[in-house]
């Protein structure tokens, strides 16, 4: 600042930021119902539009209330807990490539690695030539989706839905379910799945399953909620992001 640089007597301090940007954590500040104005059932680019410049300028400068506001109107999109991911997935929500993966570099650059899981997971669907030449992602990013991709296909054959590849039956069977089983499902539906991983899906087509006997029927439905709470837990691991306990501890120093 060079001396004698004020307005009515007040020194001015230049700042590097985006105008836009600061103007509205300005607002934030001094309007106290800002963020009401944002709809209960705002789409994820309508969120992302609103609040990435407030989290941005709120995280520089250190303005906590601020930016935990903002952090807790994306963890609306980007939950944190399966409780969290499966209240998301059953209300039909539909994310689009475009704006997904804008948020990876916002969480990135603002230290809000919670964000991360969720968005890579998201962003795995996404086509590879879209995602190749996307824009936005950096490539470390786009390499972590692609090789998160090959192991949430694998997570879900292993862990998680293993009775839809390979069944076997439970300990006290008592009617050779094994013999009872359908077929297994075509080619084109398994290729299906390998396009478009998805782990933590609940199974809801239990009807399907049911020539199998009771106790079979309940070691494949015990297995396949321990496998989804065990893909959630490795869900950061899956994306070379550390643990949830990490990525909560970085975002909080």
Known sequence: MEQGDSIDGCSVVH????????????????????????????????????????????????LTFIRQKCIAILRAKFPTTLQGCDQLVSSGYQYTATTVVRAIPLARETNVPALLPWAFYISTNIEPDILLSDTVLSWQDKALCLAGKAQLWERQKEDTHRFMFEFTKAADCRHGCVLRLPQQMSWKHMEHLRKQPHPLAEYDNWESLAQICSACLARIQGEHEKG????????????HLGSWDGIHMEQNR
């Open 15 to 62: 700042l590097q930021d985006d105008l836009r940007d600061f103007t509205e954590v300005i607002k934030a500040i001094y309007e106290p119902f800002y963020f009401d104005q944002l709809s209960p059932e705002a789409d994820l680019r309508t969120l992302l539009d609103f609040v990435s410049g407030i989290l941005k300028i709120s995280t520089k400068y250190n």
């Open 228 to 239: 989804r709470q065990k893909v959630w837990n490795d869900l950061p691991k899956i994306f």
